[in-house]
């Protein structure tokens, strides 16, 4: 076993002891003993170089295993590959402290039957509590519902009901239901257990009154949660725990919450692209469905509605109308209607245990290890405490954006009070930017023109001039909002890019409503076209010598062009006029040329004369639009010497470095708002974090419970928008600083745990696995020896490969690992830069995965090998000489094979195993076209 890949087990193990206070033998070391850093027992190196646990250590984790031993050609080849790619097989000892005497015992002496047994210990006490209630029959749903604040037992035997401070059932179905016009906390809830149905209503809705600011647990559902396990189950269960006030408590709670989305996508889901499929052909017929794969008719989306009719096999769908009351109406409206509403939360719950019941053993099965379980139960208990450095930080990000938005609306509205001068001189007309503008004035009876009045009614000398009216694009700019009226100059505006006069490679920035934003350049015929428009033949509204006058402003002397406006006219209209005839039969024949000269530049014609309209990259590839060049995938372009800049100088760079300052908390603002931080109770404080010296009644300690999927994705990878996507803090980003505050209590710390690179590990050991050993791959040598410091670790091989940064190569692997290929290399490749053209990102990708994962390749069967050896055209594809000796043939060589037997099969009609003279030959009985064919070689060819 793998040094690093023991490491990894043992971390885990630990956390995974330490979680759930299990008495489970742990690594004991007493007081006062140290671990030297010098080994007592000194660490092996492989034939490969890689560092192997120590004999003494091995011996105790795996006492039952034989190490195999790598045969001698086996090695010698896998050497010469490590080679191929620059990786020494010499490799170096890591020295490891001798901590075998402090292990804990290794339960029926095998590693694997270890963590079995310690897992099936964590998730018993609740597989009890599930099991319990699958074996039992579901009570009958109350007819009748109690209207009473807080919960109600219903008693299924006489049809009574009685009030209850919790459920008294220790596993249950749950649901919640949540007044979205009023409060993100419940209105509703309910709950079955094997015994009884449960109901809860918020005193709020029973009294229609507001709900309190202050959100704390008391205001939210009681569980009655302790210690003991505790069992709760639901459809995207995570919403409904956000509403369960014991959650927030600090103590440590029993428990757990079990997602049957998860399960089913653990089970039976999709990928991003195959959802996109699934919706496609949702109101397909069962005779249509028949002709697209099948896998179509073996999942389902993830809502309730559609699991329960896969799984559950029903003809009808589950009444989902009832939900939308609970998004438009208020609270006195959703008491009016509330037995009818508690009859349809009853009936999600309903649906929910049926589910359960077909779901659970299908998940068993497809994930039949109890650490899963035991994964997805604990995830399930996220906890993020916090204080009032939350609601700090959200209001400090707030003003600062709002300053920053200010600061930048004021840079552009300058720009655009100064356009709408060029009105007066019609000076817009000769504008590459501005030209294709509405600048008809726009009427002033509309809603637009009202707010034109507000907005400029400070602005005397503005008002004044433009008293009978603005041009249309810029009154289309009026906004209101909350009662303010504003000119809306966002960055998604797309005047703005106009306004600002925005270029890419030092070329005009230009809006097509087909093509989208992209840049002009001067066609090949520019020079003809200039001539042509001179003289009436074109006419055209852009102004194709402004343009090149900025495409030239560094090197006037690029297109070959005169912009000078000093030409003596008259002598030129004389030579034009004397030689009139001959001139204008050369431009009809340069004409005809310049056609297919056209064909060959870069860009498309949008229909305007002299230019071609190059589109800006998109980084999802060439097939792809951009509809906004100020977005955040623009930002690296705009720095120093960035291929974005404004003509005007310093001014798109400026705009760009705050559009970047706002870019986060624009786009994640509304997820961390919408976070529902609960303010514990001075009174639920533990005593323990009160007696603390820092402890602070003012602070108001709290939590945020994240939404999170614990296996939003087929990997079982967990989903959740806000706290997974968070990167690091960023000087320049507004907001992204939100998780440093995530604060522990007083007499509590936060502790940060990570097997570093785990996937990647593991997926090595699998692969060296089939070839001899740790490190017989240059995967799996670059992940468990390669070292960063010397280049020889995955990241920095594949940063070298694909000429991209070290970070940016991770992310290129972690896809790899997850199923992604050459094609979303490719994409990565161009989003990380949008200057390379999608040839050299495909040329880049493939010499990234031949450098760190080789190409695939084939071992040949006794057909193939002798064909290999018989048809002597390898020698060029293969680069090795006939016979074949058990190499790898690469999928050129396997095409050459397959011509080859095709044209066998052509002509042998039976091939037949004869012996003669001690040796074993084939005859063979030819076709009519084999034996035309053999009839006319000549008898050197055939005895040969």
């Known amino acids: 076993?793998?040094?690093?890949?023991?490491?990894?087990?043992?971390?885990?193990?630990?956390?995974?002891?330490?979680?759930?206070?299990?008495?489970?033998?742990?690594?004991?070391?007493?007081?006062?003993?140290?671990?030297?850093?010098?080994?007592?027992?000194?660490?092996?190196?492989?034939?490969?170089?890689?560092?192997?646990?120590?004999?003494?250590?091995?011996?105790?984790?795996?006492?039952?295993?034989?190490?195999?031993?790598?045969?001698?050609?086996?090695?010698?080849?896998?050497?010469?590959?490590?080679?191929?790619?620059?990786?020494?097989?010499?490799?170096?000892?890591?020295?490891?402290?001798?901590?075998?005497?402090?292990?804990?015992?290794?339960?029926?002496?095998?590693?694997?039957?270890?963590?079995?047994?310690?897992?099936?210990?964590?998730?018993?006490?609740?597989?009890?509590?599930?099991?319990?209630?699958?074996?039992?029959?579901?009570p009958p749903t109350p007819t009748k519902w109690n209207l009473e604040p807080g919960w109600t037992r219903y008693n299924a035997s006489d049809g009574t009901w009685a009030s209850v401070p919790y459920p008294t059932e220790k596993c249950c179905v749950f649901d919640v239901e949540v007044c979205v016009t009023e409060d993100p906390r419940a209105v509703m809830a309910i709950a079955v257990t094997s015994e009884a149905w449960y109901s809860w209503l918020s005193p709020h809705l029973v009294h229609a009154e507001s709900f309190p600011s202050t959100m704390s647990p008391s205001t939210m559902i009681p569980m009655g949660s302790d210690e003991s396990p505790c069992l709760v189950i639901g459809h995207n269960v995570a919403y409904d725990r956000v509403r369960v006030g014991d959650e927030y408590r600090i103590d440590r709670s029993g428990t757990r919450y079990l997602d049957t989305m998860s399960m089913h996508i653990a089970v039976a889901g999709m990928t991003s692209s195959q959802r996109m499929m699934k919706l496609a052909s949702k109101n397909m017929t069962k005779e249509e469905l028949k002709h697209k794969p099948m896998w179509l008719r073996n999942t389902s989306m993830n809502g309730l509605a559609d699991v329960h009719k896969f799984y559950c096999k029903t003809t009808d769908s589950l009444d989902k109308d009832p939900r939308n009351s609970f998004v438009k109406l208020g609270l006195s409206d959703l008491m009016a209607d509330c037995p009818n509403l508690l009859s349809y939360c009853a009936g999600d719950v309903t649906a929910t245990l049926d589910v359960l019941r077909i779901l659970f053993p299908l998940y068993s099965e497809q994930c039949p290890h109890p650490a899963t379980l035991s994964g997805m139960l604990t995830m399930s208990t996220s906890f993020l405490p916090t204080n009032n450095c939350w609601e700090n930080f959200i209001t400090t990000a707030d003003e600062t954006y709002k300053t920053l938005e200010k600061e930048m609306m004021k840079l552009v509205e300058t720009e655009a009070e100064l356009a709408i001068m060029m009105i007066m001189d019609c000076s817009y007309k000769h504008d590459?930017?501005?030209?294709?503008?509405?600048?008809?004035?726009?009427?002033?009876?509309?809603?637009?023109?009202?707010?034109?009045?507000?907005?400029?009614?400070?602005?005397?000398?503005?008002?004044?001039?433009?008293?009978?009216?603005?041009?249309?694009?810029?009154?289309?700019?009026?906004?209101?909002?909350?009662?303010?009226?504003?000119l809306n100059l966002s960055t998604g505006k797309r005047v703005v890019p106009k306004l600002l006069r925005l270029t890419w490679k030092g070329y005009p920035m230009h809006h097509d409503k087909v093509e989208k934003w992209g840049y002009l350049i001067p066609s090949a015929d520019v020079e003809e076209i200039i001539e042509r428009i001179s003289y009436g033949e074109i006419q055209t509204n852009f102004p194709l010598e402004e343009f090149l006058a900025v495409v030239n402003k560094d090197n006037p002397m690029n297109t070959g062009h005169a912009l000078e406006d000093d030409m003596d006219e008259e002598p030129y209209i004389?030579?034009?006029?004397?030689?009139?005839?001959?001139?204008?039969?050369?431009?009809?024949?340069?004409?005809?040329?310049?056609?297919?000269?056209?064909?060959?530049?870069?860009?498309?014609?949008?229909?305007?004369p002299g230019v071609r309209f190059c589109g800006l990259p998109h980084k999802n590839g060439a097939q792809f639009r951009v509809g906004n060049p100020l977005s955040k995938d623009f930002l690296s372009s705009a720095a120093e010497g960035g291929d974005l800049a404004s003509f005007k100088d310093k001014l798109?760079?400026?705009?760009?470095?705050?559009?970047?300052?706002?870019?986060?908390?624009?786009?994640?603002?509304?997820?961390?708002?919408?976070?529902?931080?609960?303010?514990?109770?001075?009174?639920?404080?533990?005593?323990?974090?009160?007696?603390?010296?820092?402890?602070?009644?003012?602070?108001?300690?709290?939590?945020?419970?994240?939404?999170?999927?614990?296996?939003g994705t087929i990997t079982r990878r967990a989903v959740e928008k806000t706290w997974l996507t968070a990167s690091n803090a960023k000087k320049d980003r507004i907001g992204s600083e939100l998780k440093s505050y995530i604060r522990s209590p007083p007499g509590y710390h936060l502790v940060g745990a990570d097997v570093d690179s785990q996937e990647l590990w593991l997926a090595s050991v699998l692969g060296d696995a089939k070839l001899g050993g740790h490190g017989s791959t240059a995967l799996g040598w670059m992940c468990l020896q390669g070292e960063k410091s010397k280049g020889t670790d995955l990241h920095s091989?594949?940063?070298?490969?694909?000429?991209?940064?070290?970070?940016?190569?991770?992310?290129?692997?972690?896809?790899?690992?997850?199923?992604?290929?050459?094609?979303?290399?490719?994409?990565?490749?161009?989003?990380?830069?949008?200057?390379?053209?999608?040839?050299?990102?495909?040329?880049?990708?493939?010499?990234?995965?031949?450098?760190?994962?080789?190409?695939?390749?084939?071992?040949?069967?006794?057909?193939?090998?002798?064909?290999?050896?018989?048809?002597?055209?390898?020698?060029e594809v293969n680069g090795e000489p006939p016979p074949y000796k058990g190499w790898v043939v690469g999928r050129k060589g396997m095409m050459v094979l397959g011509k080859m037997m095709a044209i066998v099969n052509m002509l042998v009609e039976e091939s037949v195993k004869v012996r003669a003279g001690g040796k074993t030959t084939y005859r063979h009985t030819l076709t009519s076209e084999g034996a035309e064919l053999y009839s006319q070689l000549d008898d050197s060819v055939c005895s040969s």
């Open 652 to 711: 798109a760079e400026n705009l760009l470095k705050i559009n970047m300052c706002l870019s986060y908390w624009r786009s994640a603002r509304d997820r961390i708002r919408s976070q529902v931080k609960g303010e514990i109770e001075p009174e639920h404080i533990p005593a323990h974090v009160k007696e603390r010296e820092d402890f602070d009644i003012g602070d108001q300690y709290g939590a945020i419970l994240p939404g999170m999927v614990v296996a």
């Open 797 to 875: 091989k594949t940063a070298a490969a694909a000429q991209v940064t070290r970070d940016q190569a991770k992310i290129l692997n972690y896809g790899r690992i997850y199923g992604a290929g050459e094609p979303f290399a490719k994409l990565l490749l161009m989003q990380f830069n949008p200057s390379i053209s999608e040839l050299e990102a495909t040329k880049r990708a493939r010499h990234m995965y031949e450098q760190t994962k080789g190409t695939r390749g084939y071992k040949l069967n006794r057909r193939g090998a002798w064909l290999y050896d018989n048809f002597n055209v390898f020698k």
């Open 432 to 486: 590459p930017w501005l030209w294709d503008l509405e600048w008809k004035i726009a009427s002033k009876k509309t809603i637009k023109a009202r707010r034109m009045k507000l907005i400029h009614e400070k602005k005397i000398d503005i008002e004044q001039l433009f008293e009978s009216g603005y041009p249309t694009w810029y009154q289309d700019l009026s906004d209101e909002e909350d009662g303010r009226v504003f």
């Open 574 to 608: 004389e030579e034009i006029s004397e030689y009139e005839e001959e001139k204008l039969k050369a431009k009809e024949v340069k004409r005809k040329l310049s056609k297919t000269a056209k064909t060959l530049e870069a860009g498309i014609d949008i229909g305007i």
């Open 1 to 138: 076993m793998s040094l690093h890949l023991f490491l990894a087990h043992q971390i885990s193990k630990t956390l995974l002891h330490s979680h759930h206070r299990l008495t489970v033998p742990r690594l004991i070391i007493p007081p006062n003993t140290y671990l030297h850093t010098s080994p007592t027992t000194s660490s092996t190196l492989n034939c490969y170089g890689v560092d192997l646990l120590p004999p003494k250590l091995q011996s105790r984790l795996f006492k039952s295993v034989k190490q195999a031993q790598v045969p001698h050609y086996q090695a010698q080849v896998a050497t010469s590959e490590l080679k191929k790619f620059g990786l020494d097989s010499s490799g170096s000892s890591f020295p490891l402290p001798d901590i075998t005497p402090h292990l804990p015992p290794i339960l029926n002496s095998n590693v694997s039957d270890h963590f079995w047994q310690v897992a099936s210990e964590q998730v018993q006490p609740y597989t009890d509590l599930l099991l319990d209630l699958l074996a039992s029959d579901t």
